[in-house]
């Protein structure tokens, strides 16, 4: 009897719309539930935000040792071609939420070569934030919204444990600031210790932060989660070059939203 309900169950879910990494996890909760094996909740404390330390000599920053940096087997597993349509969606999005443009298909294709030659996504992200396209974009004489600067503040207490001068960001602009706010949050992420967890939970906070203050500005599933638990899970599961660039994506997304 106990196994004829989960078939019903199983069959009587409507999956439209729904991706199937979602239904599967769905899928195995519920059954867990009718067998008594209901999962309990992970509690996502914040970790210490690590001091950045900047010093020109220091050699840390290429340092690719530890959980942080062999983790994402199943994404590694991929074929070639598999990858590919993961990081031509990365530089499809990645433009528009950096530059507020398209990207061309000379663009795309320079930068796919860059990732499959083994480059990392920060270093594209890096490269657009730094050419003098980019520079144009902030040389424009704009006033931030009053939103962009509380949310800068806000951020930069709670998650780089900074304190941001609102008079001083106030005199920049848009892109600027999407820059400097993302900059400060790569560099606290390899500050980190690499076996990963304070890492993970930081992440997990973070997005579960975003996805219910910011409900309007997500697409996808798996960034509409409001569970710091789930979002804690699959940072484990992806490479690291994932989850930084999901934070570059997730913060600007939320600075052009202002």
Not at 22 to 33: A, F, G, L, P, S
Not at 45 to 70: C, D, N
Not at 81 to 93: G, I, P, Q, S
Not at 232 to 250: G, L, T
């Amino acid at each position: 009897m106990k196994y004829i309900l989960i078939l019903f169950v199983l069959v009587s879910w409507n999956a439209e719309a729904v991706d199937f990494r979602d239904y599967i996890n769905k899928m195995k909760k519920e059954v867990n539930r009718i067998l008594g094996k209901e999962p309990k909740e992970i509690e996502i404390t914040m970790p210490e935000i690590p001091e950045v330390k900047m010093e020109a000599t220091s050699t840390k920053v290429y340092e690719k040792k530890g959980k942080l940096y062999e983790q994402g087997v199943e994404f590694n597993k991929l074929s070639n071609e598999e990858k590919r349509k993961y990081n031509l969606a990365f530089l499809r999005e990645l433009y528009p939420a950096v530059r507020g443009a398209e990207a061309k298909e000379s663009e795309l294709i320079v930068n796919l070569n860059v990732l499959e030659q083994g480059g990392s996504r920060e270093s594209v992200y890096r490269s657009l934030v730094l050419d003098q396209t980019y520079a144009s974009l902030e040389s424009y004489q704009d006033i931030p919204e009053p939103e962009l600067l509380d949310f800068a503040v806000s951020y930069g207490e709670k998650y780089l444990a900074l304190r941001f001068n609102k008079d001083d960001i106030q005199k920049l602009n848009l892109f600027s600031i999407k820059r400097i706010i993302v900059e400060k949050s790569l560099e606290v992420m390899d500050e980190f210790p690499k076996d990963g967890e304070d890492l993970y939970r930081w992440y997990a906070i973070l997005s579960e932060d975003l996805s219910e203050n910011y409900a309007k500005v997500w697409k996808t599933s798996v960034r509409k989660k409001t569970k710091a638990a789930y979002h804690y899970k699959w940072a484990q599961s992806v490479p690291f070059q994932h989850i930084k660039s999901e934070v570059i994506v997730k913060l600007h997304k939320v600075m052009n939203s202002f």
